[in-house]
């Protein structure tokens, strides 16, 4: 079965991840997901970022799935033209370079909305299109770092720890993007029209940390470093184990905090009236935690987390890659999948939802120009059968 956004095309004139991630996501739901890159960049885009598969980095691999790849020189009228033609027959228009190039290019919203003035056009820049720093070259890690978001990252007393998992901003601005573009073809079903929408990394990491700005604002001050803890709810966080092994542990319920007690040995804790509640358990952290831990410490992993998880504490071990590919709940639900890419078999995320009816899918990514014939026959074929055409 088709796709919930079977029959929608998207232009994708995008590059690095983030908003190549975005239309590998629309592609996932169906939609026809063209990639234009222009040839003589091809080289260069595809090598620079390690690991590599065959030569071919496996970000740029994994990062443009689920698409179809045409290659244009969009400085050269004739390929420009070929553009156009697409655009025509485009719904979405998705571009994520920086501000003035896709204007030096002839591809900005107002050409290309006279063209198909219906188009939902995404525009994505590092820090956004307006201000002093617009044209600033924008990487996760400097984004990181410019939005606060390294300023809770750390345990005590360190300072400016990146997250390390450095596409965080870069995927979660292409989640932003891939919404706008669904939310723009709503509007345009609903009123007829397209627009532009503008996203960039610096909105999305502040969006991110609503609920960490919303603390300093009411409190004056900055979240604290807590390493693997969690500032709202205490215990939440990783605790040593006898075996040198780690196990996440979040009351996140005051029924579960009794349970926890009796099962750590520790029933004198659950009515002092230090730890009696969770509001008191935060303001009591530093008292608390070296009593949990000292506990932790006389027993494996696996005794905690069976003797845990039976009386409804959330609890979990530290998963490896190698471990997790095969667990049933992750196989079960195709939370990592297969796909046969012209570079070898790879592994990846499956799609986040489940559509009972019109089921999301990963499919190969292209070798680049790899379906320059059929696309171009495809536009050949649609000028034809235009009214206008001729």
Same mark, same amino acid.
């Given at each position: 079965?088709?796709?919930?956004?079977?029959? =929608?095309? =998207?232009?994708?004139?995008?590059?690095? *991840?983030?908003?190549?991630?975005?239309? *590998?996501?629309? /592609?996932? *739901?169906?939609?026809?997901?063209? #990639?234009?890159?222009?040839? /003589?960049?091809?080289?260069?885009?595809?090598?620079?970022?390690?690991?590599?598969?065959?030569? &071919?980095?496996? +970000?740029?691999?994994?990062?443009?799935?689920?698409?179809?790849?045409?290659?244009?020189?969009?400085?050269?009228?004739?390929?420009?033209?070929?553009?156009?033609?697409?655009?025509? $027959?485009?719904?979405?228009?998705?571009?994520?370079?920086?501000?003035?190039? =896709?204007?030096?290019?002839?591809?900005?919203?107002?050409?290309?909305?006279?063209?198909?003035?219906?188009?939902?056009?995404?525009?994505?820049?590092?820090?956004?299109?307006? @201000?002093? *720093?617009?044209?600033?070259?924008?990487?996760?890690?400097? !984004?990181?770092?410019?939005? +606060?978001?390294?300023?809770?990252? +750390?345990?005590? /007393?360190?300072?400016?720890?990146?997250?390390? #998992?450095?596409?965080?901003?870069?995927?979660?601005?292409?989640?932003?993007?891939?919404?706008?573009?669904?939310?723009?073809?709503?509007?345009? %079903?609903?009123?007829?029209?397209?627009?532009? !929408?503008?996203?960039?990394?610096? @909105?999305?990491?502040?969006?991110?940390? $609503?609920?960490?700005?919303?603390?300093?604002?009411?409190?004056?001050?900055?979240?604290?470093?807590?390493?693997?803890?969690?500032?709202? &709810?205490?215990?939440?966080?990783?605790?040593?184990?006898?075996?040198?092994?780690?196990?996440?542990?979040?009351?996140?319920? %005051?029924?579960?905090?009794?349970?926890?007690?009796?099962?750590?040995?520790?029933?004198?804790?659950?009515?002092?009236?230090?730890?009696?509640?969770?509001?008191?358990?935060?303001?009591?952290?530093?008292?608390?935690?070296?009593?949990?831990?000292?506990?932790?410490? &006389?027993?494996?992993?696996?005794?905690?987390?069976?003797?845990? @998880?039976?009386?409804?504490?959330?609890?979990?071990?530290?998963?490896?890659?190698?471990?997790?590919?095969?667990?049933?709940?992750?196989? %079960?639900?195709? #939370?990592?999948?297969?796909?046969? &890419?012209?570079? @070898?078999?790879?592994?990846? +995320?499956?799609?986040?939802?489940?559509?009972? %009816?019109?089921?999301? $899918?990963?499919?190969?990514?292209?070798?680049?120009?790899?379906?320059?014939?059929?696309?171009?026959?495809?536009?050949?074929?649609?000028?034809?059968?235009?009214?206008?055409?001729?």
């Amino acid at each position: 079965m088709p796709g919930p956004l079977d029959g =929608v095309r =998207v232009f994708d004139l995008t590059l690095f *991840m983030v908003g190549p991630w975005a239309s *590998m996501q629309l /592609g996932s *739901m169906g939609a026809d997901v063209i #990639h234009v890159e222009e040839p /003589g960049s091809i080289h260069n885009s595809r090598i620079w970022v390690p690991p590599f598969m065959q030569g &071919t980095s496996i +970000g740029y691999i994994m990062w443009n799935l689920n698409k179809r790849s045409l290659l244009l020189d969009l400085k050269l009228e004739e390929d420009r033209e070929t553009a156009y033609r697409l655009v025509e $027959t485009s719904d979405v228009f998705i571009e994520n370079m920086r501000p003035g190039a =896709v204007e030096r290019l002839g591809m900005d919203y107002d050409t290309l909305s006279k063209l198909r003035p219906d188009i939902v056009y995404i525009s994505s820049a590092g820090y956004g299109r307006q @201000g002093p *720093m617009a044209a600033t070259p924008a990487t996760d890690p400097t !984004i990181q770092s410019f939005s +606060g978001w390294c300023s809770i990252n +750390g345990s005590p /007393g360190e300072k400016y720890q990146l997250y390390r #998992h450095q596409t965080q901003l870069d995927a979660n601005t292409g989640n932003y993007m891939a919404q706008a573009a669904l939310l723009g073809l709503m509007a345009r %079903e609903q009123t007829g029209k397209g627009q532009r !929408i503008d996203v960039s990394m610096l @909105g999305a990491a502040a969006a991110l940390q $609503t609920s960490r700005l919303a603390e300093f604002f009411a409190t004056g001050e900055n979240p604290p470093l807590l390493g693997s803890g969690c500032v709202n &709810t205490v215990p939440h966080q990783a605790f040593l184990c006898q075996d040198k092994e780690y196990l996440a542990v979040g009351v996140v319920k %005051e029924e579960q905090w009794a349970p926890l007690c009796h099962v750590l040995e520790l029933p004198e804790l659950i009515e002092d009236p230090r730890f009696s509640s969770n509001r008191a358990r935060v303001e009591h952290r530093d008292e608390l935690l070296p009593l949990l831990e000292g506990s932790f410490v &006389t027993k494996p992993r696996f005794f905690w987390s069976m003797r845990l @998880g039976a009386q409804g504490v959330p609890c979990s071990r530290f998963f490896q890659w190698d471990e997790l590919r095969y667990h049933p709940q992750i196989t %079960e639900n195709e #939370h990592i999948v297969q796909v046969d &890419t012209p570079w @070898g078999e790879i592994y990846t +995320g499956g799609p986040p939802w489940k559509f009972s %009816e019109t089921p999301a $899918t990963m499919r190969p990514s292209p070798e680049p120009g790899q379906h320059m014939e059929e696309i171009l026959q495809e536009l050949h074929g649609q000028a034809e059968a235009s009214p206008s055409a001729g």
